[in-house]
């Protein structure tokens, strides 16, 4: 059954410190996975995509890893900000599905205090 | 500015009543999707829609009708309202040629019954 999980369901840490968020997925097969950021009261936004060849993949202070053999896939933030203060959702992508075919996690709620 | 934009923002209304909720994208796609969040935070697709045909329409209740005038909007009506149909729903829109299969959400209209 393809599934994607996420790991914490929510977290706290202090304004400055680093997290790193985890994703399992055992979606199959796969095309792609993107992490969106979803803001209290806005819609989710794209973060970043990991493909089968990528392993690692930046976008300022957010890094994703996806380790395709594992199925798993991480996010790691820097240097938090208040800003930070959000859920993030994994969304894997099965290939040669029709669009809107997405697998999605159910996120990890992360509250950054000052 | 290029967005998906829906409306309301809030809905609240009573059981048995008819409402609808609009969605508009002016990001030149060509598929548009319906998303309801529940109150655990997870996404699951409702209905799917390339060049105003229907692509996906998942075990929805048929209290539920998309209508698609054109492909750059997607409007999603709602028959006897029951209390389970509170939830979040999210318009979002992609393109068919990003094969990444990228989704730019609305906002979200929460919508309570009461």
């Known amino acids: 059954k393809n599934q994607v999980e996420q790991s914490p369901q929510s977290l706290i840490i202090l304004e400055g410190k680093n997290c790193t968020l985890q994703c399992n997925y055992t979606v199959s097969p796969f095309s792609n996975l993107r992490w969106y950021k979803q803001d209290t009261g806005r819609g989710p936004v794209s973060l970043t995509i990991?493909?089968?060849?990528?392993n690692t993949k930046s976008n300022g202070r957010y890094t994703a890893t996806l380790d395709a053999d594992t199925k798993q896939s991480s996010l790691h933030i820097t240097a938090s900000q208040l800003s930070d203060s959000a859920s993030y959702i994994c969304v894997v992508r099965v290939r040669g599905s029709t669009l809107g075919r997405l697998y999605f996690g159910r996120g990890t709620q992360l509250t950054v205090w000052p | 500015d290029t967005a998906v934009s829906q409306t309301p923002k809030y809905l609240v209304t009573q059981m048995g009543n008819d409402k609808s909720i609009k969605c508009e994208q002016n990001?030149?796609?060509?598929?548009m999707y319906w998303y309801k969040q529940d109150s655990k935070k997870f996404l699951k697709i409702m209905f799917s829609y390339n060049n105003k045909e229907l692509i996906i329409n998942e075990t929805v209740p048929n209290r539920f009708s998309p209508k698609s005038p054109d492909k750059a909007h997607l409007n999603l009506h709602i028959n006897s309202l029951e209390l389970g149909d509170s939830a979040v729903y999210f318009c979002?829109?992609?393109?068919?040629?990003?094969?990444?299969?990228?989704?730019?959400f609305g906002s979200g209209t929460q919508l309570s019954v009461l």
């Open positions: 990991m493909t089968f060849s990528e």
């Open positions: 990001l030149g796609h060509d598929t």
């Open positions: 979002a829109s992609s393109s068919q040629g990003d094969s990444s299969e990228k989704l730019f």
